[in-house]
Structures are given as C-alpha cells and as structure tokens.
C-alpha cells in the first residue's frame, strides 16, 4: 500500500509523454506557470532533420509570449504568400500571409526538426537539465484518486522505470500509446488512398521572394506544394492518390521516417509545370524523400479520463491540407495553461480544457478532410479539365474569398480577433 502523503510531495504536477511539438510547448507554459513538469520521449535524441511545417499567426503570439521571437527568425523564413495554382500552371489565387496580411504575427515555415531541436534546448534551459528524459517509452499508466502512475521501458537497454505525477498529458503523436489505452480498439490511422511525398532540396537560389509558398493541382488526385525552409533550403510535398477514396485503416503503422523513392512520384508531377521553379529538377535533387499515407483519426468523444488527457496529434492527428498540425497542438498547451489558471492543477483543469478545444479542434480535423484551403484547387480542377480561359468562367471571387475566409474562421485565424486577445503571460 502507498503511503499518498510522501508520494504526493514527491511527484512532479505534469507527465507529459512525447517531447515533439506540443509536449515541449506545453513543458514551456506549465514552466512559466509555475508547475513542475517532466517529459518523457522515447527516441534516444533529438536529430537536427526532418522536412518542413507551417506555423500560423495564432501559434507563433504564443511562442513570442514565451520568448522565442528571435529564435524563430534564425531556423525559419517568414513567409509573405502562397500561390494557389492548377495543374496546367495557370494562377488561382494569391493569399498575403502573417504581418502583411495585418496580423501582428508572422507565420513561419521551418524544419521540424530545427524547431524540436530550438524548444528542447529552451525546455532543458528553463525548466531544468533532468526535465527531459530520452529513451523512455511509455507502455502502461494506472490511474489512482490523487495521482497517475506510469510504466517507460528504456527501447536500448529494455530497463523498466515507473513514474508517478498528479496529471499525465499523452502528447505521443498519430501513433500515440496513450490513446491507444484509452481507446484499445480504435485501430490504426484512417486512410482515404492518398501517399504523401515529402522532400528537402538544397539550393544556391530560393525562388520568387524566397517567401512563398506554392500550391498547385488538386488535393484529391494530384498536389504539389513548395516552400522555402532556410536560406538554402527548400521543402517540397507532393499528395498523389493511389486507390479509391473509400475511408478505410492503414495497413501499415504511419513512419515519419519512411524513405520515398523519386522513381515513384515522378510520373505522377510530368505534367507539372511553372515557369520560375523546375518541379522535376526539385524533386530529383533532393537529399532526403520520404513517404506517409495521407491519414487522420475520426475526432473522440472525449480526451480527458480523470488524470489522463491527450494533446496534439494524439488527440486530434489531421490531414496536413492548411498546415495547422503543429499550430493546433501549440494552441492545445495555451488552452491547458487557461484552464489551470482557473482550476489548477485538477481532473477539473483537464476536463475544462477537453470541453474546449476538442469542439474546435474536431472542426479543424474535419475541415481539413475537406482539404482546408486547398479545396479552391479541387474546385478549379474539378470544373476545368483543360486550360481555362479566363478563371471567372470557372469560379467567381466570392466563391474562393468564402472558402479561404471560412478555413481561417475554424482553424483561429481570425485577425482582429486574435490581434486583440491578451498575452498568455
Ligand atoms: C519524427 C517525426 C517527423 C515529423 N515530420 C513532420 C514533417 O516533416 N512535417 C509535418 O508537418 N509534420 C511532421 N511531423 C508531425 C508533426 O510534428 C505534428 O503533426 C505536429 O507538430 C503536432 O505535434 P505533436 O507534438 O502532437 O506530435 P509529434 O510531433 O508527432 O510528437 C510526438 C512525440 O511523441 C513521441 N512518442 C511517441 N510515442 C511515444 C511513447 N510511447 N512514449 C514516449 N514518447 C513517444 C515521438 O517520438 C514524438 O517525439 C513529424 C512527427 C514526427 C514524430
């Protein structure tokens, strides 16, 4: 039998299990909250690679509030535009991005790796050297009235360690053992028959501005989206259907770290065509490919079990279409820091902050079903199997500005809204 007093004075407030984008986030914000926390990630270190991700606005007011705005600048670009085009190459809109489009904040895209890397470095410095522990995998958790107690196996030693906190935050990504206890027979990811390419080039010279983002084709056949990550560095990902749409589970566990084969997606993007940016030659010159089934999750009736809640992807895994992984899980840690400020440190707390961003979030992972602002290409191509002579005949100004206005409206993009809302700390 546990003796609750000491075990209550010794542990920290917060488990987080995960240390990717939202787990390190959240460490942060709890940090400057004033609780302990701890986080527990199982890879044995954290590598400098990886391909690129979107920050919005919304996401980058809370990594300005905790400091990092000068951080972001040297392992990102900020990015000013993106072009939507069809598959003939022939311009469909043009969205201005961040501070031009009169957010206070920029949006930035960068490699996820470089920016895992920049928030770890700020976890280790703020909130403490033994706050991230590597090589422990989380295989079991037991929820008791004060306290959750949870089982890392070490995957190099096989060592068993158990931990014990007031709360655990499963923040273990689209593959996440934490949902995968609480839900044991939800099965794999859910896959609609599209393969994700992603790639990372390395040029002399970036395109255009070297701040625009490409979108091009169709998201339900054939799309192609670029952007610059570095100075030097460009992020391509290509969406190429290779089955019916029919909704059914991966056969296969989703793997970042899946290699891609340029052979494969070549065919695909022949047809592809732009005339200040060469997609073949892109794709070709690549250092790094790798290939993911496009897949998400039907949204849960619930994340938080009394001392148990989930957080990012392993709440809420979306399609990547308008970009807001990585923006939702950050959004999450401000959300689960609110409802510690009124509730504290309670299955209240968690419970509050399930009632509020699972409805918004099931929203974002169901609008990006609808391929979230890419849906003006689908439209376009849908309705114009040739060259369209002029784009009016094909969809009026009012149908794209609805569709791109809508998908701000559920993801948080808001402007005067969030332009308006009071700093975190
Ligand atoms: C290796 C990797 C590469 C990625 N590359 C891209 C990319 O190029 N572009 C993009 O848009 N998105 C990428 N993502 C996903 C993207 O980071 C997320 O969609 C988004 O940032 C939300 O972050 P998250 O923290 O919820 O999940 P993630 O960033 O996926 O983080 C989850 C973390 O939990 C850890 N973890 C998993 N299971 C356990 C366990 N049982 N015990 C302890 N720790 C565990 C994982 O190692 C990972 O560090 C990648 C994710 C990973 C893990």
Known sequence: MHDIKSILT???????????????????????????????????????????????????????????????????IQGAKALFYSRHGQLI????????????????????????????????????????????????????????????????????????????????????????????????????????????????KLYLDGRTMILMGNPNDIEFVTYPVGKNTINWACVVRVDKPDVQTTSVTPDWNNIGHSEDLLPFVSHMKLDFLDIRHLIQSSIIINEFPMTDRDPLPRWTHERVTLLGDAAHPMYPNGGNGASQAILDARELTLSFRQYGITPEGLQAYDDRRRPATNTVVLAARQYGSEEILKIVDERSSHEFSSLSDVVSTEELETIMLNFKKVTGSNIQKLNQEPSLF
């Open 93 to 204: 809109y043009s969205e201005v991005k961040g501070i031009e489009a009169g957010y206070k904040w920029p949006t930035y895209s960068m490699h996820r790796g470089n920016f895992q890397q920049l928030l770890m470095r700020h976890v280790r410095d703020e909130v403490g050297e033994t706050s991230v522990c590597l090589n422990q995998k989380l295989i079991a958790f037991r929820s008791y009235s004060d306290y959750v107690e949870a089982d890392f196996v070490n995957p190099r030693t096989g060592d068993i360690n158990t931990e014990r906190a007031k709360l655990l935050i499963g923040a273990d990504g689209i593959n996440s053992t934490v949902r995968k206890i609480l839900y044991p027979n939800e099965g794999r990811p859910l896959w609609r028959g599209s393969k994700l390419y992603r790639g990372v080039t390395e040029t002399d």
């Open 10 to 76: 010794d542990i920290v407030d917060v488990l987080i299990v995960g240390g990717g984008i939202g787990g390190l986030v959240t460490a942060l914000c709890l940090h400057r909250e004033g609780y302990s926390v701890r986080v527990h990630e199982r890879v044995a270190a954290v590598e400098p690679i990886g391909f690129g991700l979107n920050l919005q606005p919304f996401s980058v007011k809370v990594l300005y509030e905790l400091g990092l705005e000068h951080e972001l600048d040297e392992v990102g």
